[in-house]
């Protein structure tokens, strides 16, 4: 695998769960690792972590939601470190409630963390990228991004729309030394749930795996650039099944949920 020593890499939600896995893993491959989460003193404890470990962090406070604070960040990242390679986009949160109980308002806050998060952060680092001419961005986005899952529906749509974001992204950077690609976690034990806005108990489908997993998936994606990760690997089959034949899915589901 690619030597990652002295690669500048910032993590988006870095504060836990996947962010914080993916953070200290690379760290542990010797990259220099930018934290960005809205929690400073969650993020300092990460830190802490890291730099007792010998890696080089550094600590970014502020909202994805808030382009200023988005700029800002990279700015101050590139005045201390003068290069980013790869941009991990993880902040996000989740939703759990019939359709029919999802308001607009909650489906527009989904957007702002899940989908425009990615485009800020993205772009506030893309001219330096394409300065350098190299750099990666890698989305985490979920399975929940190739097949709906039942009080889901605005989560989904999140997910859905990053996927066509990424590829469309992936498109336009070819030929200029920007990589980019997609992750798909299924469910990961993380706060994540505990988080979430809840108005239903949603089943949760097939295995569980953990933030590590997950963020090692991640490092050798930025080790090996790919345009598609699944953590998993069988979760690529319902992928593909979802795409070939979506009502035996939906059929196989209704006998999951039913058990």
């Given at each position: 695998?690619?030597?990652?020593?002295?690669?500048?890499?910032?993590?988006?939600?870095?504060?836990?769960?996947?962010?914080e896995a993916t953070a200290r893993e690379l760290a542990r491959?010797?990259?220099?690792?930018?934290?960005?989460?809205?929690?400073?003193?969650?993020?300092?404890?990460?830190?802490?972590?890291?730099?007792?470990?010998?890696?080089?962090?550094?600590?970014?406070?502020?909202?994805?939601?808030?382009?200023?604070?988005?700029?800002s960040a990279v700015q101050r990242l590139l005045a201390d470190?003068?290069?980013?390679?790869?941009?991990?986009?993880?902040?996000?949160?989740?939703?759990?409630?019939?359709?029919?109980?999802?308001?607009?308002?909650?489906?527009?806050?989904?957007?702002?963390?899940?989908?425009?998060?990615?485009?800020?952060?993205?772009?506030?680092?893309?001219?330096?990228?394409?300065?350098?001419?190299?750099?990666?961005?890698?989305?985490?986005?979920?399975?929940?991004?190739?097949?709906?899952?039942?009080?889901?529906?605005?989560?989904?749509?999140?997910?859905?729309?990053?996927?066509?974001?990424?590829?469309?992204?992936?498109?336009?950077?070819?030929?200029?030394?920007?990589?980019?690609?997609?992750?798909?976690?299924?469910?990961?034990?993380?706060?994540?749930?505990?988080?979430?806005?809840?108005?239903?108990?949603?089943?949760?489908?097939?295995?569980?795996?953990?933030?590590?997993?997950?963020?090692?998936?991640?490092?050798?994606?930025?080790?090996?650039?790919?345009?598609?990760?699944?953590?998993?690997?069988?979760?690529?089959?319902?992928?593909?099944?979802?795409?070939?034949?979506?009502?035996?899915?939906?059929?196989?589901?209704?006998?999951?949920?039913?058990?």
């Amino acid at each position: 695998m690619p030597d990652l020593a002295g690669k500048v890499a910032l993590v988006t939600g870095a504060s836990s769960g996947i962010g914080e896995a993916t953070a200290r893993e690379l760290a542990r491959q010797w990259a220099r690792v930018a934290l960005f989460a809205r929690r400073e003193n969650r993020l300092e404890e990460v830190a802490d972590g890291i730099r007792r470990g010998g890696g080089k962090v550094m600590v970014l406070t502020g909202d994805v939601t808030d382009p200023a604070a988005v700029l800002s960040a990279v700015q101050r990242l590139l005045a201390d470190w003068k290069r980013v390679d790869v941009l991990v986009n993880n902040a996000g949160r989740g939703m759990a409630a019939p359709f029919e109980a999802v308001t607009a308002q909650e489906l527009r806050d989904l957007l702002e963390v899940n989908l425009i998060g990615v485009l800020t952060a993205t772009q506030a680092v893309l001219p330096a990228m394409r300065q350098q001419g190299s750099g990666h961005i890698i989305n985490v986005s979920s399975v929940a991004g190739r097949r709906g899952l039942p009080l889901r529906s605005a989560y989904n749509a999140t997910k859905f729309a990053l996927v066509g974001l990424t590829e469309a992204l992936r498109q336009e950077l070819r030929g200029t030394g920007i990589r980019v690609s997609l992750v798909y976690p299924i469910s990961t034990v993380t706060e994540f749930h505990d988080a979430e806005v809840k108005k239903a108990e949603p089943r949760r489908y097939g295995p569980v795996q953990s933030a590590e997993q997950v963020a090692g998936a991640i490092v050798r994606c930025v080790q090996r650039p790919r345009p598609e990760v699944y953590p998993y690997p069988p979760a690529r089959i319902l992928a593909v099944l979802s795409a070939l034949a979506p009502g035996f899915v939906d059929w196989m589901m209704e006998r999951l949920r039913s058990r």
